[in-house]
């Protein structure tokens, strides 16, 4: 989740101090990560949250919060920004009308892969795919943060082994929020 955000935004984003940056579906695990490293670097983070997810967005560090579930992103975004990162499974008309919001030469990274980022090449803003990939060193990175405490994993709960299955059945219901830890069998 950590890499992913870090990907998105550094790698792809290029997001830089200052910037403006719209997160859609920040409320889940990779956009807690998100909107902390985003405001990290200083950045103004606009954020979609629905009702469940929007206190921890808020905490997070999101200047601005969007309720997708009451409000359209497009209507509600009036200041272009540099960059949208869209973690939202959104259908692709939505992904389309994400990119009018970023300002000419800027990006729309997306990790819903299954529809190909939009681009808008007479304005110069391009679409990225992202597709995370395994970095010890992002990783040691992150890591770092998490023991500088300046970034937080959200931790749901913990469960044992044997709880697997009743913490599955609860996910696809949407009922947890953040990551949860399972925890193995002790001797
Ligand atoms: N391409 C890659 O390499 C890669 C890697 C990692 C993850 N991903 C993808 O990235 C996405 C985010 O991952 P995640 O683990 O953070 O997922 P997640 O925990 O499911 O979070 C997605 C969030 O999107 C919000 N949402 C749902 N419908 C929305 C809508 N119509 N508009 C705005 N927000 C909406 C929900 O937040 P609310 O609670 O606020 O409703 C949900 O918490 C997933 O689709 C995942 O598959 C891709």
Same mark, same amino acid.
Request: include cysteine; glycine fraction near 8%.
């Given at each position: ?41 200083? #950045? ?12 921890? *967005?808020? #905490? ?14 497009? #209507? ?76 937080? *994993?959200? *931790? ?15 996910? #696809? ?15």
């Amino acid at each position: 989740m950590g890499l992913t955000a870090w990907q998105a935004l550094f790698d792809h984003g290029k997001l830089t101090a200052g910037q403006r940056v719209l997160i859609n579906g920040a409320g889940g695990a990779v956009g807690g990560h998100a909107v902390q490293l985003a405001k990290s670097t200083r #950045s103004c983070v606009v954020a979609t949250a629905g009702p469940r997810s929007a206190e921890a *967005v808020k #905490s997070a560090g999101a200047d601005e919060i969007i309720d997708h579930t009451t409000t359209s992103v497009t #209507s509600e975004v009036t200041e272009p920004v540099d960059m949208v990162l869209n973690l939202a499974p959104v259908d692709p008309a939505e992904l389309a009308a994400l990119v009018t919001l970023v300002r000419p030469g800027g990006v729309l990274v997306n990790t819903t892969v299954w529809m190909p980022a939009p681009s808008d090449e007479e304005r110069g803003v391009r679409g990225i795919d992202l597709f995370v990939r395994s970095d010890a060193d992002q990783l040691a990175h992150l890591v770092e943060l998490v023991d500088r405490e300046e970034l937080r *994993v959200a *931790v749901a709960e913990r469960v044992p082994l044997a709880e697997l299955p009743a913490l599955h059945a609860h996910a #696809s219901e949407g009922a947890v929020h953040g990551k949860a830890i399972v925890v193995p069998l002790t001797a």
